[in-house]
T-cell receptor
Framework: IAGITQAPTSQILAAGRRMTLRCTQD?????MYWYRQDLGLGLRLIHY???????GKGEVPDGYSVSRANTDDFPLTLASAVPSQTSVYFC????????????FGSGTRLTVV | SQQGEEDPQALSIQEGENATMNCSYK?????LQWYRQNSGRGLVHLIL?????REKHSGRLRVTLDTSKKSSSLLITASRAADTASYFC????????????FGQGTRLTINP
């Protein structure tokens, strides 16, 4: 089934630990995105990639890093987790940046304690 | 401050009634999109309307866009219990249109 796969679905993480959230799509979409969703704050863009090999910073990039080595994968890394990074993280993709709808993954619920 | 803001924040109606949600934004856009999110799930794309379009339809959904007022509305006709979800508008800005900016959503509840 074409779409986006995120892993893990949920995780409890000790503060200070490093964590990588995985995101894989099989639609050959050029653009990929990471958002976090928090109650009362909506969805906020963390990082994006318009095409393989390029990345850019979104609205709330601090504490996060991404890479886009190929078209399909767009992992998000928390170098040293803090409790304020407790959130639901969504990966999304679109055929091209800017003019197409997004396909979202099912999300990763991360709790930093 | 948010680029897109939905109104109302919450809406509760009876099954069979029409539901209207509004979205206002601040800066010029390339396009505006509406998404649905069921509880605990990812967002699902519903409809995209470009800045040079005024109205689009998809099944029971009707979206309008008024660029002079910087506003959009989503109408769901003949609502069903399965329409219960949160609905988000998202704008692709004219400047830097590579990424969407989401509003905080309208929580829609359809009562049987």
């Amino acid at each position: 089934i074409a779409g986006i796969t995120q892993a893990p679905t949920s995780q409890i993480l000790a503060a200070g630990r490093r964590m990588t959230l995985r995101c894989t799509q099989d639609m050959r979409h050029n653009a990929m995105y990471w958002y976090r969703q928090d109650l009362g704050l909506g969805l906020r863009l963390i990082h994006y990639s318009n095409t393989a090999g390029t990345t850019g910073k979104g609205e709330v990039p601090d504490g996060y890093s991404v890479s886009r080595a190929n078209t399909d994968d767009f992992p998000l890394t928390l170098a040293s987790a803090v409790p304020s990074q407790t959130s639901v993280y969504f990966c999304a993709s679109s055929k091209e940046a800017g003019s197409y709808g997004y396909t979202f993954g099912s999300g990763t619920r991360l709790t930093v304690v | 401050s948010q680029q897109g803001e939905e109104d109302p924040q919450a809406l509760s109606i009876q099954e069979g009634e029409n539901a209207t949600m509004n979205c206002s934004y601040k800066t010029s856009i390339n396009n505006l999109q509406w998404y649905r999110q069921n509880s605990g799930r990812g967002l699902v794309h519903l409809i995209l309307i470009r800045s040079n379009e005024r109205e689009k339809h998809s099944g029971r959904l009707r979206v309008t866009l008024d660029t002079s007022k910087k506003s959009s509305s989503l109408l769901i006709t003949a609502s069903r219990a399965a329409d219960t979800a949160s609905y988000f508008c998202a704008t692709a800005l004219l400047q830097g249109a590579q990424k969407l900016v989401f509003g905080q959503g309208t929580r829609l509840t359809i009562n049987p």
